[in-house]
């Protein structure tokens, strides 16, 4: 189970499609993401807080769905910048014995991040365009929980390091034994979306 984590204009959902696509050469992979469940249920209001969490409440009990068949790969495309939301998926993938990745997804430069909400204004009318402002950038910035705050509270997750601009990805944190193989297979995934990027 992968659970992306970052700020707008980092590369979560880019780099979650690629992982999607290199996953399913394996293995069934599922892919939710906040952004096509708030289209499909009409919740479009990005600085609306009452929408947001019921976004996370539904991307939450559609993992549980998932993971509760068990027979497929999940990744969970949005902003995951609280706590507590991580938390209900980190329970949710204990109980029904899933290995629990996050992928922090991150880009220093803000001329890069700048640029690239400048390009999201480019895009057809959609919940991409809405997302273009800095304003929205800084909201979730400023109000995100670091995954230092998961590990001090005991959470059993591994996580990976993501630099879209500089196209790195490191092994930041291992808590659980045996995952080298899902590591790997990840780490592959990461790689196989730089390669499709036109420089």
């Known amino acids: 189970m992968v659970v992306m984590f970052g700020n707008p204009a980092t590369g ?4 979650s499609r690629a992982l999607q696509e290199h996953c399913s050469n394996f293995n069934r992979t599922a892919l939710l993401s906040t952004f096509s469940i ?3 249920l009409g919740l479009v209001n ?3 807080s009452s929408e947001r969490e019921t976004i996370y409440a539904e991307i939450i009990n559609r993992a549980n769905s998932v993971m509760r068949v068990g027979t497929s790969n999940v990744i969970l495309d949005g902003n995951f910048n609280k706590s507590s939301r991580r938390k209900a998926i980190y329970d949710i993938a204990t109980k029904y014995g899933y290995q629990i990745f996050v992928i922090h997804c991150d880009v220093t430069n803000n ?4 640029q690239r909400l400048e390009q999201r204004k480019k895009m057809p009318k959609s ?4 997302s273009s402002t800095i304003d929205l950038y800084n909201l979730i910035k400023d109000t995100s929980e670091p995954l230092e705050v998961d ?3 005991g959470a059993v997750i591994n996580i990976v390091k993501v630099n879209s601009e500089l196209q790195s990805v490191v092994v930041d ?3 659980e034994p045996h995952t080298s ?6 780490l592959n995934g990461v790689k196989y979306g730089f390669g499709k990027v036109t420089k």
């Not at 979560?12 to 780099?15: A, D, L, Q, S, V």
């Not at 919940?127 to 809405?130: K, R």
């Open 151 to 153: 590990l001090k509270n």
């Open 173 to 175: 944190h291992v808590s």
């Open 12 to 15: 979560k959902t880019y780099t």
């Open 111 to 114: 001329t890069v991040i700048e």
């Open 127 to 130: 919940l991409e365009h809405a």
């Open 181 to 186: 193989h899902n590591l790997e297979t990840i």
């Open 46 to 48: 990005l600085y609306s």
């Open 38 to 40: 708030r289209e499909e």
